[in-house]
């Protein structure tokens, strides 16, 4: 069974910086996108940034200059270095991962980043 296990996240003030990272775990299969996805409190599931095995990133307009995601193949492992916080950057992030050969979205079970001004 596919898990993703988040970490880091937390407080920060605005300007300041936070690093995120996420292992998938219980497949075999190559994993053909990762990405981060936010949801502040009652509002949407954004996209942040994405990855994908090759490494062809996107970003969300709102993070690009100031967000980086970056991915260990072999460890399955993506990050989100974000720096230049934001107040409106507080959310919950979520990882996300589609494999290859898969339609299906696994999700992280997400962790808090408050970004006080």
């Known amino acids: 069974q596919v898990r993703l296990v988040e970490s880091g996240g937390g407080l920060a003030e605005a300007g300041g910086s936070l690093g995120l990272s996420c292992t998938a775990s219980?497949?075999?299969?190559?994993?053909?996108?990762m990405a981060w996805y936010r949801q502040a409190s009652g509002k949407q599931r954004e996209l942040v940034a994405s990855i994908t095995e090759g490494g062809s990133i996107a970003y969300a307009d709102f993070v690009r200059g100031r967000f980086t995601i970056s991915r260990d193949n072999a460890k399955n492992t993506v990050y989100l270095q974000m720096d230049f916080l934001k107040p409106e950057d507080t959310a919950v992030y979520f990882c996300n991962a589609v494999y290859f050969g898969r339609s299906y979205q696994h999700w992280g079970q997400g962790t808090q980043v408050t970004v006080s001004s």
């Open positions: 219980g497949s075999t299969i190559r994993i053909k996108t």
